[in-house]
């Protein structure tokens, strides 16, 4: 299994117990949400809307590439990446 | 849930005014004021809502000559003047005939926003950020920016005597990077885009809980700022609305503070209620929210932006798709322009109405331009447009394509000689 590092954003903090940074397992962004779906129940239903997309207002990048440049969450998660899950209402 | 007091307890009172609670725009869940900016349930923007008292022309018109006049209508304590402040707002509305004339309209308003204490509309929602955040107990005020808000931050926090954390894209205008390093607060350049360091701000917010983000982490207070555009237009055309209205689009909040506006004013009685259309402009290299309203979509694919416009180069815009709603709720259009035409912009608009613009307003006037000869904006209409900012932060947009007209030896004959009389 490919072990990934993800960064947690203030309003999820609740589901991880305060935690900024958590490990996860997974190949591709999906296999990593579930992951931590399993670990943090409830945290999947933040971060997909109901038909399991993305959320509009969330912004995913796995190291430096925001997710929707490349294939959502089909993108692939190699081990040792750096997950970043922010809220996309920010800036200007 | 359920024993509201426990969060009651854990939070002070806070008093900003007649704003009430935030109000997610998604899925319209809501909760306390506090130092929130996106919904717990679905990570959408929070809304100020509000409780407006008795706000008339007459308690408006008595307000100081600043957006304090309107504190009635923003986040912000009853006492917000009396704490020192950069007191933005009721800049120039220009009546513009020589560049309608220019352009075949007949009659045109530039509301110059270069005229605010450092030069942008920013110095408005940093503000209202500002007052908030003292509000709510921070004590640093930061912010990722492309240059304007960089400006006005540093000004702000200076002028307020606590400290400022700025980032911005390391590539920017030199002048936006000397009128933000003046104010010596704290001023980090980062190898990135604009994208890059708003994301680094995100996360930086998340760890360091007592700064105050601006436009991240205290975004619902500072976005009402821009609602004072709204207002000082309707009250400085003697209480009405335009027919019109082009507005500049970076993140896309701007746009739709100002219809916000309107719509209060309308609701509050302050104006008769009449159509009015929105219309956004945008450059072609960083086109994402003309882009999607061109394409019939609700939702704005993100760009990498590329042009000179730096101060509108957000290709993730947040209120991308409010702006599209507004736009299209009013009859409205989303238009871009080529660098070389916001070159033109900024120049016809010096030439004809002596207001030097910087790269942004020479965006609106070329998009401008380009909406009257296609027939999406009528001629005949009363219009408004917006002058975001001011040209000498982006001398660099223009110098290579104006200069003298002669270069003579000091002497009459020389004068005489060339040609100029």
Not at chain 1, 46 to 59: A, C, S, T
Not at chain 1, 79 to 92: D, H, K, L, T
Not at chain 2, 201 to 216: C, H, L, R, Y
Request: net charge negative; charged share 20%; proline share 6%.
């Amino acid at each position: 299994m490919s072990s990934v590092s993800v960064r947690i954003p203030t309003i999820l903090r609740t589901y991880t117990g305060g935690e900024a940074e958590v490990t996860a397992e997974g190949a591709t962004l999906r296999a990593v949400v579930a992951d931590l779906e399993a670990s943090y129940r409830g945290i999947s239903a933040r971060i997909l809307d109901d038909n399991g997309k993305l959320r509009r207002f969330v912004n995913v990048y796995v190291g430096d590439e925001d997710v929707r440049f490349a294939d959502g969450l089909d993108t692939a998660t190699p081990a040792g990446a750096q997950i970043s899950i922010i809220p996309a209402v920010a800036g200007g | 849930m359920g024993e509201g007091p426990r969060f009651m307890a854990l939070t002070p009172a806070v008093n900003l005014g007649p704003a009430t609670a935030l109000t997610c725009r998604e899925c319209g869940n809501s909760r306390e004021l506090g130092p929130h900016y996106a919904c717990e349930e679905c990570f959408g923007p929070l809304e100020i809502s509000y409780d407006f008292g008795d706000v008339t022309r007459a308690s408006i018109e008595a307000g100081p000559r600043n957006i304090w006049r309107y504190r009635g209508l923003l986040p912000v304590p009853e006492n917000v003047a009396d704490t020192p402040n950069l007191e933005p707002g009721l800049t120039r509305l220009v009546r513009a005939d020589h560049l309608a004339e220019s352009l075949g309209l007949q009659r045109l308003w530039v509301k110059d926003d270069s005229g605010n204490p450092t030069h942008s509309f920013k110095d408005r929602v940093v503000a209202v950020a500002l007052a908030a955040a003292r509000e709510l107990g921070f004590k640093v005020l930061a912010c990722p920016s492309t240059g304007n808000l960089a400006n006005a931050v540093a000004a702000a926090a200076a002028r307020a005597g606590i400290r400022s954390a700025v980032f911005v894209p390391s590539n920017l205008e030199a002048q936006k990077i000397i009128t933000t390093a003046v104010y010596g607060g704290t001023f980090v350049t980062v190898d990135g885009n604009y994208d890059d360091v708003n994301r680094l701000a995100s996360e930086i917010a998340g760890e360091q809980e007592d700064w105050a983000f601006v436009n991240v982490n205290v975004r619902p207070y500072y976005a009402e700022g821009s609602k004072t555009l709204g207002y000082e237009i309707a009250e400085q055309l003697g209480w009405r609305l335009p027919d019109q209205i082009v507005v500049p689009i970076a993140s896309g909040s701007q746009l739709t503070k100002i219809d916000k506006a309107f719509q209060e004013f309308i609701r509050l009685g302050l104006v008769e209620d009449k159509p009015y259309k929105v219309f956004g402009a945008q450059a072609a290299g960083c086109d994402p929210v003309s882009a999607a309203f061109k394409a019939g979509h609700d939702v704005v694919r993100p760009v990498k932006p590329d042009t000179i416009a730096k101060s509108l180069a957000i290709g993730n815009p947040a209120d991308g798709p409010y702006v599209l709603d507004a736009v299209r709720r009013t009859g409205g259009a989303v238009e871009d322009v080529t660098d070389e035409q916001v070159v033109e912009g900024i120049r016809l608009l010096a030439r004809t109405e002596g207001i030097f613009g910087e790269t942004a307003g020479g965006v609106t006037v070329g998009v401008l331009k380009k909406l009257v000869d296609s027939g999406a904006l009528d001629p005949a209409a009363e219009t408004v447009i917006i002058n975001s900012g001011d040209g000498l932060k982006t001398l660099d947009a223009v110098a290579p394509v104006v200069g003298p007209s002669a270069n003579i030896a000091p002497s009459l004959a020389a004068f005489r000689a060339s040609g100029l009389a």
